[in-house]
Nanobody, 115 residues
């Protein structure tokens, strides 16, 4: 049972990245999935959430209109499309899957926005 993030990297300001959170050993469709990020010297913050049933979404104010969270149940994966990236988006991004009794975390993927 694990969550694996991928898709991070170095991108220039204004660029785009798509992060993936792939689950193995359990069905991600039954879990609410949240992307968090943690920049150096700062606390971990919630970026975006997608619910399990209705796939409702929530975004922190700083990413609204730029980031989109979505899920592909056939691929057992949740995505975070990040557009118009800014240097302040630089952080390690983690995905979290929360069910009724269990919580899983991925290992994180580094996103660096710099010219």
């Amino acid at each position: 049972v694990q969550l694996v993030e991928s898709g991070g990297g170095l991108v220039q300001p204004g660029g785009s990245l798509r992060l993936s959170c792939a689950a193995s050993g359990f069905a991600l469709s039954g879990y609410a999935v949240t992307w968090f990020r943690q920049a150096p010297g700062k606390e971990r913050e919630l970026v975006a959430t997608i619910t399990s049933v209705a796939s409702s979404t929530y975004y922190t104010d700083s990413v609204k209109g730029r980031f989109t969270i979505s899920r592909d149940n056939a691929k057992n994966t949740v995505y975070l499309q990040m557009n118009s990236l800014k240097p302040e988006d630089t952080a390690v991004y983690y995905c979290n899957a929360r069910g009724s009794t269990t919580v899983y975390w991925g290992q994180g993927t580094q996103v660096t926005v710099s010219s």
